[in-house]
């Protein structure tokens, strides 16, 4: 039977170390929705989302009160919208259009994000991704809860340089369009390579093509908890270390795991996969950076940071795998700027820099996650640092992301407040020394040697 | 379904007398019940069995809470198998 200390140590994880389940996302998939008729095609999609999940919210709810663990956030992801509207859309503006029947939808479903107006262009791009890319920066400024994401590249098909660079000045246009709202589209879209099919974290969540008709994926949290886990261990050894990083990603993952076990059960849809990430917030001590500190690294972004990162994000996955059957996603430690304090305390003293935090990516479980920089960055400059990140997934077989915003009006020492789970972030100096010729030359970097394992 | 209950809060007389004449009313049936205090401060935790109660989660959660906010204390109505989830394989 179970002990009270046990059940003391669940509810102070919940009430004081901030342990949650992040998000339940229903993934739908649209395929069943194609024609070639645009009206048409808006109303299926805006049928079968609102018929899917049209429960999905009060069954979080439900869930939340009857087990006492919060889950912070109810999402939906669809199927790439560039696969959707091939057939109907001729221009930017019908993807817009597309755009705005996703945020209507979100928004009736009481959903905070939606994700998967997203193109999969990895080797080669269709004039349907295309034309879904260049509608990009008015969709996300005249939307409120949609997420776009586009996949550059991978291990096994190497880089679209042509998508790389008109990425770069893809962003910048998003930045430009919602300048007034502190730049708000980027931190919306981002760009991976070796995107996985079944993420349920944003802005990158998008229902594979891969998955069926509907699946059911959560992602766990619990930063503050290791934290806390960890500040028992002060001194010991990296056994000790190891083993307890373990031990605590096992507890938070088994929770998730029994959320999204009930989810599926009441929803009628079946289990995809539990994201087993430590996932920060701007909530004070709900920090991988505060993370590193109770691991003996003065701040994030000291020498031997990129070594505790690694160890972490092992450990994590290790204790994880333990406890559910399925996981997938992006699975890991989360390392953006804006929404954890520590970090962004860390680059305001110095101590963490652009550089530092793409050596970390190599890492972590996913990539340069909200990181703001200077306004007058250049498209080339922006496609340089998003090639950097993309090339280290590529030859290192993971999923990295780049989600950066340039902050129109804004220079370095400034900051940007997103508000809510996004935070604020400062302006970080961004090496500019010209790519230019390099990011211009067009066509693909071909994929690593050890990509052919047929 | 069996829950469990925590009572959190600082000690004082008829603490597990209200809580327990509450559960014995709504025919909640107690399975195990344990006490301590941790940095002075009264924790209780009642394993329950609501199966036969008339009154669904939700009402005996708030009613709960509501007892809580009378005698002082934070109690919280919570499915069991959170716990059996993270503490057993």
Redesign the interface.
């Given at each position: 039977?179970?002990?009270?200390?046990?059940?003391?140590?669940?509810?102070n994880m919940i009430e004081k170390e901030n342990l949650d389940v992040r998000t339940i996302t229903l993934g739908i998939s649209l395929l069943n929705c194609i024609t070639d008729d645009l009206d048409k095609l808006c109303d299926n999609i805006y049928n079968r989302i609102t018929a899917t999940a049209k429960d999905l919210v009060k069954t979080g709810e439900e869930i939340e009160?009857?087990?006492?663990?919060p889950i912070v956030n109810k999402r939906i992801s669809v199927t790439p919208i560039a696969l959707i509207g091939g057939a109907a859309c001729k221009n930017p503006e019908d993807y817009v259009r597309i755009a705005k029947v996703l945020d209507k939808a979100a928004h009736e479903m009481g959903v905070n994000f939606i994700g998967g107006f997203s193109a999969l262009v990895s080797k080669g791009m269709t004039k349907s991704d295309e034309l879904l890319i260049k509608s990009i920066p008015e969709a996300l400024s005249v939307t409120e809860r949609v997420c776009s994401s586009v996949n550059l590249g991978s291990t096994k098909t190497g880089l679209n340089m042509d998508a790389v660079r008109l990425m770069g000045s893809i962003i910048k246009e998003a930045a430009e369009k919602t300048k007034e709202n502190d730049c708000i589209g980027c931190a919306k879209l981002v760009v991976f390579c070796n995107a996985p099919d079944d993420n349920p974290f944003m802005a990158g969540a998008f229902h594979g093509v891969t998955e069926a008709d509907e699946i059911i994926n959560v992602g766990v949290s619990g930063p503050g908890v290791m934290r806390k886990a960890l500040e028992s261990v002060r001194g010991t050894d990296f056994g000790v270390l190891a083993d307890t990083i373990k031990k605590t990603a096992f507890?938070i993952t088994?929770?998730g795991?029994?959320v999204a076990y009930e989810a599926s059960k009441r929803l009628n849809i079946p289990f995809g996969i539990i994201d087993l990430s430590l996932a920060p917030t701007p909530a004070i001590g709900d920090s991988i950076a505060d993370i590193f500190e109770e691991m003996g690294l003065e701040r994030a972004g000291a020498p031997g940071t990129t070594a505790a990162l690694a160890l972490l994000n092992d450990q994590v996955k290790k204790g994880g795998v333990m406890a559910s059957s399925y996981v997938g996603g992006l699975s890991g430690a989360f390392i953006p700027v804006s929404e954890d304090q520590g970090m962004i305390n860390a680059v305001n003293e110095g101590a963490l820099t652009l550089e530092k935090l793409e050596a970390m990516t190599c890492v972590c479980s996913v990539g340069l996650d909200m990181i703001a920089v200077p306004g007058d960055t250049s498209e080339a400059t922006l496609s340089g640092v998003i090639a950097d990140e993309m090339a280290i997934g590529m030859v290192n077989q993971k999923t990295t992301a780049v989600r950066i915003i340039p902050v129109i009006g804004k220079s370095v020492g400034e900051k940007v407040e997103f508000g809510g789970l996004l935070g604020y972030a400062p302006i970080m100096p961004v090496n500019t020394f010209s790519c230019d010729a390099f990011v211009n030359r067009g066509g693909r970097i071909p994929a690593p040697i050890h990509s052919f394992k047929n | 379904m069996k829950t469990v209950i925590t009572v959190v809060g600082k000690d004082s007389v008829g603490i597990i007398a209200k809580v327990c004449t509450y559960l014995a009313n709504n025919k909640v049936n107690i399975l195990n019940i344990s006490q301590t205090i941790v940095d002075g401060f009264f924790n209780m935790m009642m394993i329950a069995d609501i199966e036969n109660s008339p009154k669904e989660f939700d009402g005996l959660a708030s009613e709960l809470e509501q007892i809580g906010d009378e005698i002082h204390c934070v109690i919280k109505l919570q499915r069991e198998e959170i716990f059996d989830a993270m503490h057993r394989i």
């Open positions: 039977m179970i002990q009270i200390s046990e059940v003391l140590e669940t509810n009160r009857e087990y006492g663990i507890k088994r929770v795991q029994l | -």
